[in-house]
């Protein structure tokens, strides 16, 4: 099976601007989380989608956003960047969750965003 | 590295020696463990998993431990070799079914030749 992908690598961008960022799932994996990876706060949970609904959010102000669509592939949009939004921002794909708890998740290469 | 401005604990193991990485968790419902393994310039790499009903659990040359009553987690690598080098997280979630993993600051495991 492919692993996660995400789309693009690597992402120049300045402040004010908004950025999309994409991620494709494992096949078959219907859970797509989003984490953000900074030198000073490491990696930090940003939400999770599974079928197409946001079932859980960290701590994120609401310039963060994301979406995923029927076929599991996952969108996330920052708007009004700032000097800050500059990190690593990975996706995790697992199968699911639900009844039997939380499942192994699968992390992407990331996409690398730096705003200036 | 993406963890370079952390203050990350730090681990030097010679080649062959065998690595025991620590972990302590804050959440007491915390149902789900897993250990990841970061290299510079990629993401997080699955290594073994562990739910809080067991006490350890196995895999190839990895050993997860969890100590439910100190709240501790250690990854035991035996045999450890130069491939092993990178960031170590160990990450925690609760029974709610939802994917949201909280990760620890990392361990950078550097081995020696």
């Known amino acids: 099976k492919a692993g996660v992908t995400q789309t693009p690598r690597y992402l120049i961008k300045t402040r004010g601007q908004q950025v999309t960022l994409s991620c494709s799932p494992i096949?078959?994996?219907?859970?797509v989380s989003w984490y953000q990876q900074t030198p000073g706060q490491g990696l930090q949970f940003l939400f999770e989608?599974?079928?197409?609904?946001?079932?859980n959010k960290g701590n994120f102000p609401g310039r963060f956003s994301g979406r995923q669509f029927s076929n599991s592939r996952s969108e996330m949009n920052v708007s009004t960047l700032e000097l800050g939004d500059s990190a690593l921002y990975l996706c995790?794909?697992?199968?699911?969750?639900?009844?039997?708890?939380?499942?192994?998740?699968?992390f992407g290469p990331g996409t690398r965003l730096t705003v200036t | 590295g993406e963890n370079v401005g952390l203050h990350l604990p730090t681990l030097s193991v010679q080649e062959g020696d065998n690595s025991i990485i620590n972990c302590a968790y804050s959440?007491?419902?915390?149902?789900?463990f897993i250990w990841y393994k970061q290299e510079s310039g990629k993401g997080p790499q699955f290594i073994i998993d562990?739910?809080?009903?067991?006490d350890k659990r196995q895999g190839q040359r990895v050993t997860v431990l969890l100590n439910k009553t100190v709240k501790h987690l250690s990854l035991q690598i035996a045999a450890t070799q130069p491939g092993d080098s990178a960031v170590y997280f160990c990450?925690?979630?609760?029974?709610?079914?939802?994917?949201?993993?909280?990760f620890g600051t990392g361990t950078r495991l550097t081995v020696i030749p």
């Open positions: 995790a794909s697992s199968p699911g969750g639900g009844l039997y708890g939380s499942y192994e998740q699968y």
């Open positions: 096949s078959g994996h219907r859970s």
């Open positions: 989608y599974f079928s197409e609904t946001q079932r």
């Open positions: 959440n007491s419902a915390s149902d789900y």
């Open positions: 562990i739910r809080s009903n067991m």
């Open positions: 990450a925690e979630s609760g029974w709610s079914g939802a994917n949201n993993l909280f």
